[in-house]
């Protein structure tokens, strides 16, 4: 009996272009454990669709004592640079714009059942993550998520990232208008295009519906849009403010304002436009300075904006710009098929304080966004189930209820206000009605020394710290501190977006004695609103295990010194940097080993401190040129093609092979030109004006016969073709592949 | 295809209500099993700590093929879960996970740093599939997996004074089983029996 796949099980559930992507990415996979794809290749192909690395995939991991071999049964088998094959990964799954439904919910909540720890992390990207995830597991998990219009491509490596919007976006009532849209088209039109495939680092756009509140974030953004009108002939003309070049990392660079006024139908062309030019002209060598915001700084944006503007003009027209927009705005109908009691208010007594903090009235007459806040931004299965079904009786029933949040946290749409005691009540029933959503005691933590490789010191170690202690506090009631923001970051990267945070945190190491001594670096006013408007200054290193006392003393400052209204940002810039470190001055000295041992390992890890568990990042991923993704899409094609001829499909191999030449071709092609689309008899004519009849293909010895395979099978009906004729093609094709590869080479010296 | 046909089974014991230890400890402990290779025939990779999800996964010494995990959020349990597959076949794994679960049970009861307060009971023992291909949360694979996991657990409690077997087919969960044993023999017996 045969082994029923998801493939199979799921079958047309899967929209064909994502099953094929799936298929291809499976491919890869088999021929990388078979040693015959590169395993730089595999590794940003793998990235690229959302399958990343952890800690000690290195196969390496200390253990409190001594660095240990993890004796994997793979062995050397890698599945990237240094990342062993059978090492647990992560699996990214990007979330356009946060907006997910219950019908997904339930399905991350199997996969996560099935293929990890049983936990949903929702990261400051409104992503989702899954940890401890075999690579083998990976296809299936893509697959499940496709049966529910979910891709992971390009959640990773060095693409266009998740496109990021207000949570509230169609609800708030501070909003221009509704983003979603927006976000969403532009989330779809950059996913996989032809434009956006050759960039150096990642690419990261959000979206905002006003300039004030910091729900987008738009500031350290690729590409920041915030919502505006205008008046134009009397009529309301809808556009954004654009900002580009922004970036957080370890030196965060505030985006700059491209056009203050950019009209709707212009954004995707104009974002197209950007991404060509960052293609072309953005760093790839100098991995540390190869995002957009380097080239702005190197350009100045008057330049960017000149560059960009000429590409805008040469672009060929693409119907999908006005398109992709003219899908509806978010609003919903305001009926519901609740059916509660609602003639029993039973008021818990901790439903006022959740409320307060967890509630907002949407602009909808009647109704409320409810924040369901998850400690280090962690779910489990069994609650994400739960709270699926939770939005099925309290949200809409035409969808869009549920939301990721950048701060780590869900918000549930369209809530009827007189439901909020029972929506409490079975938020709690399932451990999901903790106060304080925003507010001091919302931590903010990437993974750190959990699972990410660059991590230094235990970001969610000391952000669980932090939490229990702000929360046995109750600051979130304490209307003096209860809206500072801390974040905190395992590294200088700044995934955990230290730089925003009134009081931020990146872990850092010390040396004492021999010993190594986790700190952080303490990073001081930044500013949360106006889309992340500024970032803090870092004013010194403190032991990670005192990072605590740090929190109680700022805050005891800010209720002290602040005058009226005064943020913590002014507070900090009027006292100067001088005066608040002297106030931790004390917290910096690190006692001998012998005085006081804890101090040497970390929140949450008893062993003594290491950075020996660094690995090789994969957030850069590596530069893999357009070409070599091309052409190693040729030889997976050919690969494909020997496969359907053991099945007996002489057919499918032929065209297989056939195939195979003509992406080889174009893989040559998109060398000189990236405007030529995938038809074949367009690629066959540039390949022979631009390859051929130039003579660059030509081998020295056998001069053009490898290109001459092409041009006769692209002349060929191939119909019934023997096994023999399907043989000897998928011999050629293998051939004008080599030749191919040849020609870049030759080209490559000149 | 049978359910145990799948290798992802998660075997689980529960401890007394009192018993509770504090998480601190549980992860300095399972640091401390790796450092001395406590779990033989595991590759021991980290601890993750989730107690601050409320019915969570609790602390987890995440392995290549295996997690362990001491839950405390609701009533406390130990539970194993086989991740990767074995060429054996399906009753060997049952007996392989139960050992495995067993095995580390009583390595933490045993613990000094505990001092006994942690005390499971094998009076009860819950099974889950997390394979919704292989084993689907139907009626029908639930009188399947009852047919196969009886006569191991028969085999493995002869001499008790009786077992009830009882499968749990909601299709919103995992398929799942529950068996309780009335005088049981006590785990010691239970794991020469599995290593027989």
Not at chain 1, 104 to 127: F, I, K, W
Not at chain 1, 235 to 245: A, D, K
Not at chain 1, 611 to 629: L, N, P, T, Y
Not at chain 2, 77 to 99: I, Q
Request: proline content about 4%.
């Amino acid at each position: 009996m045969s082994i029923p796949t998801w493939k199979q099980e799921l079958g047309a559930q899967i929209p064909p272009d994502l099953g094929r992507e799936i298929d291809i990415y499976e491919t890869e996979l088999e021929l990388r454990r078979q040693g015959k794809l590169d395993e730089k290749i595999f590794g940003e192909s793998r990235l690229r669709r959302g399958v990343y690395g952890q800690r000690y995939d290195n196969g390496h991991r200390h253990d409190g004592n001594e660095s240990r071999t993890l004796p994997y049964p793979s062995a050397a088998l890698t599945k990237g640079l240094q990342t062993l094959w059978d090492a647990p990964g992560m699996q990214r799954i990007k979330i356009p714009f946060g907006s997910v439904s219950p019908d997904q919910l339930d399905v991350l909540a199997e996969l996560a059942e099935e293929y990890s720890a049983g936990v949903l992390h929702v990261t400051t990207r409104q992503d989702f993550q899954l940890h401890y995830v075999h690579i083998e597991d990976t296809p299936d998990v893509m697959r499940r998520l496709a049966a529910v219009g979910i891709t992971t491509r390009e959640a990773c490596g060095n693409s266009v990232r998740n496109v990021t919007a207000c949570p509230l976006a169609g609800v708030c009532g501070g909003e221009t208008f509704d983003v979603t849209r927006y976000a969403r088209a532009m989330a779809y039109f950059l996913l996989g295009h032809p434009d956006a495939q050759d960039f150096g680092r990642k690419f990261k756009v959000a979206f905002s519906g006003c300039k004030d509140e910091p729900c987008g974030l738009t500031t350290f953004h690729d590409l920041g849009f915030i919502a505006r009108v205008r008046t134009e002939d009397g009529r309301t003309r809808r556009g954004f403010e654009l900002y580009v070049g922004g970036g957080l990392g370890a030196v965060p660079h505030p985006a700059k304002l491209f056009d203050p006024f950019l009209h709707e139908e212009e954004i995707l062309p104009i974002a197209q436009a950007i991404c060509r030019v960052f293609a072309r002209l953005g760093e790839k060598k100098n991995r540390a300075r190869a995002r957009l915001k380097f080239l702005v700084k190197k350009l100045g944006i008057d330049e960017l904006r000149r560059l960009v503007l000429e590409e805008r003009r040469k672009l060929p027209g693409d119907s999908r710009w006005t398109e992709y927009l003219s899908e509806g705005d978010g609003e919903l109908a305001t009926t519901t098929t609740l059916t509660l009691d609602v003639d029993a208010p039973d008021v818990p007594p901790a439903f006022d304080a959740w409320k307060a903090t967890n509630v907002r009235l949407q602009r909808q007459e009647g109704y409320a966004v409810a924040v369901v806040t998850l400690p280090l931004g962690d779910i489990s299965a069994h609650q994400a189930r739960a709270l699926a079904d939770v939005a099925r009786v309290f949200g809409k029933s035409s969808g869009d209820t549920l939301r990721t949040t950048v701060e780590q946290n869900f918000v549930l749409r369209y809530v009827t206000e007189a439901h909020l005691p029972k929506l409490f009540t079975a938020l709690d029933s399932i451990g999901l009605a903790q106060p304080g959503a925003g507010t001091i005691v919302d931590v903010t933590a990437c993974p750190g020394t959990d699972t990410c490789k660059l991590g230094i010191a235990s970001s969610r170690g000391l952000a669980s710290e932090l939490r229990n202690r702000l929360l046995a506090q109750d600051l979130a009631s304490d209307t003096s501190v209860k809206d500072l923001h801390i974040k905190v970051s395992g590294c200088f990267n700044s995934c955990g977006q230290h730089h925003v945070a009134d009081v931020g945190f990146y872990g850092v190491s010390r040396q004492f004695d021999g010993r190594t001594v986790p700190h952080f670096q303490v990073v001081l006013g930044g500013q949360w609103t106006e889309n992340a408007k500024s970032f803090g200054l870092a004013i010194g290193a403190v032991p990670s295990k005192r990072i605590p006392e740090v929190v109680t003393r700022l805050t005891d400052l800010y209720r002290r010194e602040a005058q009226s209204g005064q943020t913590f940002s002014s507070l900090i810039r009027s006292m100067g940097k001088a005066k608040v470190r002297a106030l931790l001055d004390d917290l910096m000295n690190v006692p001998a080993y012998e005085k006081d041992s804890s101090l040497y390992s970390d929140w949450g890890d008893p062993r003594e401190f290491t950075i020996g568990d660094m690995g090789r990042g994969e957030c850069a991923g590596e530069v893999i040129s357009r070409f070599a993704f091309e052409v190693a899409a040729s030889e997976r094609r050919v690969f494909e093609a020997q496969l359907q001829l053991e099945r007996g499909d002489a057919q499918g191999a032929a065209g297989g092979a056939y195939d195979a030449m003509v992406s080889a071709a174009a893989a040559l092609v998109h060398t000189q030109s990236t405007d030529v689309n995938g038809d074949p008899s367009r690629i066959v004519d540039e390949f022979k004006s631009r390859f051929y009849d130039t003579k660059l293909f030509f081998d020295r010895f056998a001069g053009g016969k490898f290109a001459h395979y092409l041009f006769r099978t692209h002349k060929k009906i191939l119909d019934d073709v023997s096994a023999d004729a399907a043989h000897h093609l998928i011999e050629e094709a293998q051939l004008f592949i080599e030749a191919t590869h040849a020609c870049y080479g030759r080209m490559a010296e000149v | 295809m049978q359910p145990l046909d799948a290798h992802q089974i998660t075997v689980k014991f529960y401890a007394d209500e009192s018993s509770r230890v504090d998480p601190d400890a549980v992860v300095k402990i399972f640091h401390r099993w790796i450092q001395e290779d406590r779990l033989k025939g595991e590759i021991p990779i980290d601890v993750a700590d989730y107690r601050h999800i409320r019915h969570g996964p609790g602390v987890i010494l995440v392995c290549h093929a295996a997690d362990y995990a001491l839950r405390q959020n609701g009533r406390p349990s130990f539970v194993y879960s086989r991740k990767r597959a074995s060429d054996d076949d399906p009753v060997t794994r049952l007996g392989a996970a139960f050992r495995a679960a067993l095995t580390a049970c009583r390595f933490l009861e045993e613990e000094p740093t505990l001092k006994g307060a942690l005390e499971f009971s094998v009076d009860e023992v819950s099974f889950r599939i997390r394979n919704r291909l292989l084993a689907p949360s139907t009626t029908a694979c639930a009188n399947t997996l009852e047919e196969t996991l009886h006569p191991f657990l028969d085999r493995l409690y002869q001499g008790c004074e009786r077992l009830t077997l009882e499968a749990d087919a909601d299709p919103k969960n995992l398929l799942s089983a529950t068996a309780r044993v009335q005088r049981p023999p006590n785990a010691d017996v239970l794991l020469s029996r599995l290593r027989a």
